[in-house]
């Protein structure tokens, strides 16, 4: 449980975006309080198998750049990512693989390096406004209650959380329908013999929707390929499922 009644900074959500809206604040000298409902950080690209990232690029220029390089370039070195490859299916500027395991405890060194506190298993359940500001958000952590008063807030919750609570106004999916993106579907296959899986691509096009196929080759020594394949059939030695993004992992 944190000692402090009082932060420059309270970041909801330990997601990506509020593990580098937390960062940030830190390193400007802020005191900052990251608060996350789960016991990790990283949101939906560590609990709900979201990735890989992207995009870091627009066309061949990368444009985001700052802490979340740092983020990926820390991932690398703990070989928990290839850093950024081409996109063999087209899709997006470039594709950036990434373990989830190693990405929480990459977070979580990055929030003790820029001095952010964080506290887990922590959730919002009330906010007390003067006018129009809040002044102070309710947290029902697993000691109880606790009152904290902040200068700014910051809603990364994903889902405005924060902002609902406040009273503020709030719209969920596209404005025709309210309908949100569905599911991706989504899986990890490990122990993948890559060659014998890009020769079966190169043998049966037809299954697989990549559109260079010389994609494949063009990032050599990478431990990953990341394919995106729409398979009719099945065949021995490679596991697959129509329509589902597939991330294959090499044997280490
Ligand atoms: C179907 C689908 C597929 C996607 N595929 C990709 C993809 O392949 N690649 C890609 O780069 N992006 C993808 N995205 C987008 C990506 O998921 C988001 O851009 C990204 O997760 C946003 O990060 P975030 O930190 O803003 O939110 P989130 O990842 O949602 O993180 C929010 C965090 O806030 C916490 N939280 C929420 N409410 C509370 C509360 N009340 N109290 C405390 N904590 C709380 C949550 O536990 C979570 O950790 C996809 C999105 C969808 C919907």
């Not at 190693?102 to 820029?114: F, R, S």
């Not at 964080?118 to 359940?125: D, E």
């Not at 500001?133 to 990364?156: P, W």
């Not at 919750?157 to 569905?182: E, I, K, Y």
Request: charge should be neutral; include cysteine.
């Amino acid at each position: 449980m944190p000692q402090k009644k009082k932060w420059d900074v309270i970041v909801l959500g330990g997601g990506v975006s509020g593990c580098m809206a937390a960062f940030a604040a830190a390193k400007q000298g802020a005191t900052t309080l990251l608060v996350e409902q789960y016991g990790f950080l990283g949101g939906s690209l560590t609990n709900a198998g979201v990735g890989p990232m992207m995009t870091f690029h627009a066309g061949k220029r990368q444009v985001v750049t700052g802490l979340p390089q740092e983020l990926i370039e820390r991932l690398c070195a703990k070989q928990g990512s290839t850093g950024h490859i081409e996109d063999t299916t087209g899709y997006a500027s470039s594709v950036t693989p990434f373990d989830a395991e190693v990405l929480k405890l990459v977070l979580d060194e990055m929030a003790q390096d820029c001095g952010v506190d964080v506290l887990y298993h922590t959730t919002l359940v009330g906010v007390r406004k003067q006018a129009n500001n809040i002044q102070t958000i309710t947290l029902q952590t697993k000691s109880g209650l606790l009152e904290l008063e902040g200068t700014v807030f910051v809603d990364a919750s994903g889902d405005g959380a924060l902002s609902f609570t406040a009273g503020a106004d709030v719209r969920q999916g596209r404005d025709a329908d309210g309908l949100c993106q569905p599911m991706t579907t989504n899986m990890k296959v490990s122990g993948v013999d890559i060659e014998t899986l890009k020769a079966e691509i190169r043998n049966n096009q037809e299954n697989f929707n990549l559109r260079d196929l010389s994609s494949m080759d063009r990032a050599p020594g990478f431990r990953w390929q990341v394919f995106t394949g729409s398979l009719t059939k099945q065949r021995p030695k490679v596991c697959c499922t129509r329509s589902a993004r597939m991330f294959c992992c090499s044997k280490r």
